[in-house]
């Protein structure tokens, strides 16, 4: 033992300040001490003197700079710059656009989660909370989603007027130029309201306040553009399309075949510099009624007719839709949700060189400024879009399976069902403050890159899995389409938002992880750039600052997923009241298994890891489920931490928490290199895979939640438009459920004696008419019983239609002559 003592000493010493992520010199000066001790508690001084050689061995080449550059760092540069590949400019640009918030805590594997409780709570102006009272609210009224979607195939003209006249599409436009100038807590909040009732009239109003003319031109454009477009673009007197995906550029957008060649030609009968533009675009929102295309394409100045430059770049230009040649306005259908939708093509369209977005000095820049605008709206339609459906859903159909019966019991009562309402319930609650945190990360000035994308995954994938959950708990009244179903359309167009602004598979496994592990990594970027500087100087100044702390960082993590897991994260100091610091522990474990495995991951793989999805999905995983609970846990503290939202949080938090490890064990298990997998393991699970799915008494309490009024409930159902109406079936099933509830002892009285006794009517006026003579039930309650009756039949009530009303009837008129034309 006295021999191996001083060696103990310094593995402790080393082990505890990694754990505390204390500077070198300390652990140096740490272990001597407690070495010095050692030898005078009796160690061997042989062992003594080696362990203290073997501290000054790693201390002093690290600490004296005159020896760390030429003998550490000086090779490691060397060897970096022949292993890391060089940037693409895609990725350079992908990576110089973004900016990095509390993420990037996160990469450090020791978040500080006081820094994000710290941050404002999220609050709305008065003149933005009036306009959700007022015109959002009245919008929500006069939607009448089922003759949008089916009679229609289009907002009515009315519906339309309204929204240009109330500047729905000047949400992002400052007000200087006619617009609402909102915050993009304000506009999250418009957008999740109107989701809430109908996806068509939110990707309506989405669209033009998200990547698109009035956002590039806001941000990019000539005076003279501001000043013309967006007073126009404010008021709907323009109604704007962007368009840069066609049949050859999808996910792949930089690969646009679409063209510019610069030259002369006649543009409002004056001879000036332009561009004859090429193009075939498809899937554009908003452009069958726009009027204001904005088109991304390759410019190319074949002549020199601008510079020097033959091929200038993706470029972006402003098409006004009465352009010659612009073929615009036939529609595609995208799955029975009918928003404007469709094609635009155009050959050799002359436009002058004015209309570029941001005039000539713009030419070339067009994917920085796609890639600039593209975090801001990505962090806020489609997240906030799948978050008003999920807490509208949540609720009505929650009051649903309270209302509907089966088998003598609401339908919500049995386990089966109360599994998928948990579900839906703990997911609703989640991707509500995701939304709500990205929104709130553009208002503090971020250009939240990477949580943007962590949104736009996590919000639209929860979203669908809600949907379908929905589906399943309400039967065949979500499936029967008609004026009285609330939930077949939001899933039917789930697939859309899966789909546009970076599909998921590739959001996933590409984005979320490959850009987070290098932009919000506290070192790798630094590095990279060290490494690739034509400087070599000024490269290896630049690296011996970021190197060792990046070694440094990686140990700490190593000791602190190792020490974390084996505790079960409970000896720690961290944020949080009693009852959530048990959850900020926990992820102060996966924020250290997360740091570690990308170090690992970009160290053993380098630049192969972008082609290595699954691990970078995983990685991903483990990434946006952190920030997620980072969201989930300020809202709760934000709003004063109340007992009633417990349930919400703890399933919520569970689920991530069983995610997050099921994504560790998933990486490790399909580690590329095998033997780091095998490796790492007892590191990162020195006690094994523990985090277990929400267990069945936290779901049951969960869905009870669901199916009664309680604050937690309607705290989660706030900022959705729930007010019953003839065209909002949602919200007069959610009314009904307080009466339902009250006649719930009445019913199960009177359905007891309707068993027990010798009744002779069969019908249920009778019966209750034979109830209240026979005295089982009050005049009063024979009432209850009447409106409980009306209640459920409006809830359960599905539609049916005369065969003509199903049919399209423009595509039977040109079909006349076949015996079925429509009648309508
Ligand atoms: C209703 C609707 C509205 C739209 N609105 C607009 C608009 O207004 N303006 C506009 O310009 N575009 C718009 N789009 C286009 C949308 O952004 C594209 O559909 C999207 O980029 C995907 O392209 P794609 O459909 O061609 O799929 P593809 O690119 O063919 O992708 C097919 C599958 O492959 C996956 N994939 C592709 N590459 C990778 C990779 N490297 N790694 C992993 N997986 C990968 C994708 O995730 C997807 O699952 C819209 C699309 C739809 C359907």
């Known amino acids: 033992m006295s021999f191996a003592l001083p060696f103990l000493v310094i593995f402790a010493a080393g082990a505890f300040a990694a754990y505390h992520r204390l500077r070198l010199a300390v652990w140096a000066a740490l272990a001597i001490t407690l070495l010095v001790a050692a030898w005078l508690l009796g160690a061997s001084p042989v062992a003594s003197a080696i362990a203290a050689a073997l501290v000054a061995l790693v201390a002093v080449p690290l600490l004296v700079p005159a020896l760390r550059k030429p003998l550490l760092t000086a090779p490691a540069l060397g060897f970096l710059r022949k292993a890391l590949p060089p940037l693409s400019q895609t990725e350079k640009i992908a990576l110089e656009t973004g900016s990095v918030g509390f993420e990037g805590d996160l990469f450090s594997g020791k978040p500080d989660w006081n820094k994000l409780l710290a941050y404002p709570k999220p609050q709305l102006s008065a003149e933005e909370q009036a306009f959700l009272d007022g015109p959002v609210e009245e919008l929500c009224k006069r939607i009448n989603d089922w003759e949008i979607t089916h009679v229609h195939a289009d907002l009515p003209p009315e519906l339309w007027d309204f929204i240009k006249q109330n500047k729905f599409f000047g949400m992002i436009i400052p007000k200087q130029y006619g617009g609402l100038g909102f915050s993009a807590l304000a506009h999250h909040k418009v957008i999740q309201k109107i989701a809430s009732i109908s996806s068509v009239v939110s990707a309506t109003v989405g669209v033009p306040n998200s990547l698109g003319p009035g956002e590039l031109i806001n941000h990019y454009g000539t005076q003279q553009q501001k000043d013309y477009y967006l007073p126009r673009l404010a008021i709907g007197q323009e109604v704007p399309c962007f368009g840069l995906t066609g049949p050859f550029a999808g996910s792949d957008a930089t690969s646009i075949p679409d063209f510019g060649i610069v030259c002369k030609g006649e543009w409002n009968g004056a001879n000036v510099l332009g561009l004859r533009l090429t193009f075939d675009k498809r899937y554009i929102t908003l452009a069958p009624v726009s009027t204001l295309i904005g088109l991304a394409f390759r410019m190319y100045d074949p002549e020199g007719l601008i510079g020097d ?477 009447e409106e409980l009756h009306a209640i459920t039949l409006d809830t359960i009530t599905v539609d049916d239609f005369d065969a003509h009303e199903l049919r399209a009837a423009s595509y039977y008129d040109n079909r006349a002559d076949d015996g079925r034309r429509a009648v309508a």
């Open 309 to 785: 430059t033959r091929d200038i770049g993706i470029t972006l230009a402003l098409l006004p839709r009465d352009t010659e040649g612009v073929d615009v306005g036939r529609r595609h259908f995208p799955l029975n949700s009918p928003f404007q939708n469709g094609p635009v093509r155009g050959k050799e369209v002359f436009i002058p060189l004015s209309q570029l977005i941001g005039g000539v000095d713009m030419a070339g820049k067009g994917w920085n400024m796609l890639n600039e605008c593209l975090a801001v709206g990505r962090s806020i339609t489609l997240p906030s879009t799948a978050s008003g459906g999920a807490k509208a859903g949540a609720v009505v159909t929650g009051a649903y399976a309270r209302i509907r019966k089966q088998f003598g019991l609401p339908v919500g009562r049995f386990e089966g069902v109360e599994e998928a309402l948990a579900r839906i319930g703990g997911k609703a609650y989640a991707i509500s403050a995701l939304s709500q945190a990205t929104a709130a990360a553009v208002d503090r000035g971020d250009v939240p890159s990477v949580p943007s994308a962590i949104a736009k995954y996590h919000c639209t994938n929860a979203g669908r899995d809600i949907a379908k959950d929905i589906m399943d708990v309400i039967g065949g009244k979500g499936i029967i389409l008609g004026p009285r179903n609330f939930a077949g359309r939001s899933w039917q167009a789930a697939p859309i938002a899966i789909t546009v602004e970076g599909a998921n598979i590739m959001t996933r496994s590409l984005l979320i992880f490959g850009q987070g592990s290098i932009l919000c990594h506290p070192y790798i970027l630094k590095e990279m750039r060290a490494a690739q500087d034509p400087d070599a100087k000024a490269g290896l100044e630049a690296l011996d600052g970021a190197l060792y702390a990046h070694v440094g960082g990686a140990i700490s993590n190593a000791v602190r997923s190792f020490w974390l897991g084996l505790t079960g994260s409970r000896l720690q100091a961290t944020a949080g009241d009693a009852y959530t610091k048990k959850f900020f522990r926990k992820l102060n474990r996966y924020a250290a298994n997360l740091a570690l495995l990308t170090d690992v991951s970009l160290g053993a793989l380098g630049g192969r890891l972008k082609f290595k999805e699954s691990l970078s999905g995983r990685l991903g995983d483990v990434l946006s489920h952190l920030y997620m609970m980072g969201a989930v846990l300020k809202r709760h503290h934000d709003e004063g931490c109340p007992e009633a939202d417990k349930p919400l949080l703890a399933w919520a938090f569970h689920n991530s928490a069983y995610e997050i490890e099921l994504a560790l064990s998933q990486a490790l298990r399909n580690f590329p290199i095998k033997p780091l997998g095998w490796l790492l393991w007892p590191v990162v699970f020195p006690l094994g895979r523990r985090a277990v799915a929400p267990g069945d008494r936290l779901s049951h309490r969960v869905a009870m939640l669901l199916m009664a009024p309680n604050e937690a409930r309607e705290r989660l159902a706030s900022g959705v438009f729930l007010t019953p109406g003839e065209h909002n079936p949602g919200g007069r099933i959610n009314s009904y459920l307080a009466k339902a509830i009250l006649a719930e002892p009445v019913e199960r009285k009177f359905l007891k004696a309707l068993k027990t006794r010798d009744i002779e009517a069969l019908d249920f006026a009778s019966q209750l008419d034979e109830g209240v003579r026979e005295g089982w039930i009050t005049a009063e309650e024979r009432k209850q019983l």
